[in-house]
Nanobody, 121 residues
Framework: QVQLVESGGGLVQAGGSLRLSCAAS????????MAWFRQAPGKEREFVAG????????VYADSAKGRFSSSRDNARNTVYLQMNSLKPEDTAVYYC??????????????WGQGTQVTVSS
């Protein structure tokens, strides 16, 4: 079992930056693909970014390309999502997920509880 805890969310003005962290416990995440999803009120959960087990491959949603960057530190059992040039439409609860394959579907095996990101205009 893998437990995931996100942190780093908050309120930021448009154009600002936030760095989300996802700390894992219970098991190492070094063999897992890790992904970030988000869900805004009244909307479906959507893929934001993902990184494969060794960090060599990253995938981004079109909305995140050029602004967000996913990274991981397997020694710290932690993954990160650096978010720059934030927009009000980025407002959502952001979730970290772990699974065996790097996919854009929300079919991951383990999920965190989420962290709120609010971007004011």
């Amino acid at each position: 079992q893998v437990q995931l805890v996100e942190s780093g969310g908050g309120l930021v003005q448009a154009g600002g930056s936030l760095r989300l962290s996802c700390a894992a416990s219970g098991s190492t995440i070094s063999s897992y693909a890790m992904a970030w999803f988000r869900q805004a009120p009244g909307k479906e959960r959507e893929f934001v970014a993902g990184i494969d087990w060794n960090g060599f491959r990253t995938v981004y949603a079109d909305s995140a390309k050029g602004r967000f960057s996913s990274s991981r530190d397997n020694a710290r059992n932690t993954v990160y999502l650096q978010m720059n040039s934030l927009k009000p439409e980025d407002t959502a609860v952001y979730y970290c997920a772990a699974g065996s394959l790097l996919v854009t579907r929300p079919t991951y095996d383990y999920w965190g509880q989420g962290t709120q990101v609010t971007v004011s205009s």
